[in-house]
């Protein structure tokens, strides 16, 4: 069974960064495609970022391009999701996500089978 705990959020200042955490058990990175989604109060879950197997392509939401880095630590088995130039529209709570590595990536909560337990982001001055 796949585990995920994520971690890493926090209260920061607009302009700030954050790096959040997923580890994994249970499987190795290189069995899954990894996600990272948001929720903010009120909204539904958000595509934030995801990486794929073996190519490691990346894949980015509109709103967080430029900004936001996925990337994965293969030892370790974890998934970072590095946040730079953080503004209030990004607080929420930030889940990792993983799939087998079989499917192909997409950008919606249906295509990933396992989930953290959330970590919050507040961005706030």
């Known amino acids: 069974q796949v585990q995920l705990r994520d971690s890493g959020g926090g209260l920061v200042r607009p302009g700030d960064s954050l790096r959040l955490s997923c580890a994994v058990s249970?499987?190795?990175?290189?069995?899954?495609?990894m996600g990272w989604f948001r929720q903010a109060p009120g909204k539904e879950r958000e595509f934030v970022a995801a990486?794929?197997?073996?190519?490691?392509?990346?894949y980015y939401g509109d709103s967080v391009k430029g900004r936001f880095t996925i990337s994965r630590d293969i030892p370790v088995n974890t998934v970072y999701l590095q946040m730079d130039s953080l503004q209030p529209e990004d607080t929420g709570v930030y889940y990792c996500?993983?799939?087998?590595?079989?499917?192909?990536?997409?950008?919606?909560?249906?295509?990933?089978?396992?989930w953290g337990q959330g970590t919050q982001v507040t961005v706030s001055s």
């Open positions: 996500a993983a799939a087998p590595r079989t499917r192909p990536i997409v950008k919606t909560t249906h295509g990933y089978e396992y």
């Open positions: 249970g499987r190795t990175l290189h069995e899954l495609n």
């Open positions: 990486i794929g197997w073996p190519a490691l392509d990346t």
